[in-house]
């Protein structure tokens, strides 16, 4: 058990969150219970995950997506109330980070993304070094949609390219529009989580691979690998809860 106070600042410190300007707060969004034992970790704070977070008894919800972004309305009506009702009626922590578990180079979405499709990483680049640049075998964009979509276990769009696939780009969820900044590091394809109309037209006319491989799918593994750490630091309870989202 650790104090909800003590894991807020290890994660805040061990994410580095002060040195991101966000679109939303990181860190601890909902107050809840004091300790913390149990641990449930998941994408986004919907209320299906909060749910099974009531029903499993968390003391903490862990999430990629949480509450609070800009541009959004500030009041507490339909769903953020029932969603911010549920966790403070069981008295639930809600902990949430974004673009510092993006970033992060052990823990983050983008690295373990790459790990999981066998990049081989080279460097980081982009704001805040989120995005990366990695190797892989030789091989064609076929070839390499088919490996996509079978570690994800979704089928990846691809917006093909005549090159060969040899140096990879990546950077995970919303992050179609950095295509040109993995032109501008020779990318031979660049992975993302989604896909907008001008990204066709930007794949083609730079003759580079595009992969549109699911928002949630390219962010699953940053929160369950630093849920899993914070139970090994400090001998807590941790529940990895994946709701299925085709997007």
């Not at 990629?64 to 403070?88: C, D, M, N, Q």
């Not at 595009?210 to 750490?229: C, D, I, K, S």
């Given at each position: 058990m650790v104090k909800s106070k003590e894991l807020v600042a290890y994660c805040n410190e061990l994410l580095e969150t002060e040195r991101f300007s966000d679109y939303c707060p990181n860190g601890l969004q909902i107050q809840g219970n004091n300790s913390i034992q149990r641990i449930v970790s998941g994408v986004t704070a919907s209320q299906e995950l909060i749910d099974e977070a009531v029903k499993l008894e968390a003391d903490c919800l862990l999430v990629?997506?949480?509450?609070?972004?800009?541009?959004?309305?500030?009041?507490?009506?339909?769903?953020?109330?029932?969603?911010?009702?549920?966790?403070?009626?069981?008295?639930?922590?809600?902990?949430?980070?974004?673009?510092?578990?993006?970033?992060?180079?052990?823990?983050?979405?983008?690295?373990?993304?790459?790990?999981?499709?066998?990049?081989?990483?080279?460097?980081?680049?982009?704001?805040?070094?989120?995005?990366?640049?990695?190797?892989?075998?030789?091989?064609?964009?076929e070839t390499f949609v088919r490996h996509l979509s079978q570690v994800l276990d979704r089928q990846a769009q691809h917006i093909p390219s005549e090159r060969m696939l040899e140096k990879v780009a990546l950077c995970s969820g919303a992050a179609q529009s950095w295509i040109e900044q993995a032109v501008a590091v020779e990318a031979d394809a660049f992975i993302s989580g989604e896909i907008s109309e001008n990204t066709w037209h930007l794949a083609?006319?730079?003759?580079?691979?595009?992969?549109?491989?699911?928002?949630?799918?390219?962010?699953?593994?940053?929160?369950?690998?630093?849920?899993?750490?914070?139970?090994?630091?400090?001998?807590?309870?941790?529940?990895?809860?994946?709701?299925?989202?085709?997007v």
């Open positions: 990629h997506h949480g509450f609070f972004w800009k541009g959004e309305a500030p009041v507490l009506t339909g769903i953020k109330y029932r969603r911010i009702k549920s966790l403070l009626c069981h008295d639930i922590n809600l902990l949430a980070y974004h673009l510092p578990l993006d970033a992060h180079k052990t823990l983050g979405n983008n690295v373990l993304l790459a790990q999981k499709l066998g990049i081989k990483t080279e460097f980081f680049f982009g704001n805040n070094d989120i995005a990366l640049l990695g190797t892989i075998e030789r091989q064609s964009g083609r006319e730079n003759n580079i691979h595009y992969f549109a491989a699911g928002h949630h799918a390219t962010e699953r593994y940053g929160v369950q690998a630093l849920g899993e750490h914070l139970a090994e630091q400090f001998d807590l309870e941790h529940i990895f809860v994946d709701k299925y989202n085709p």
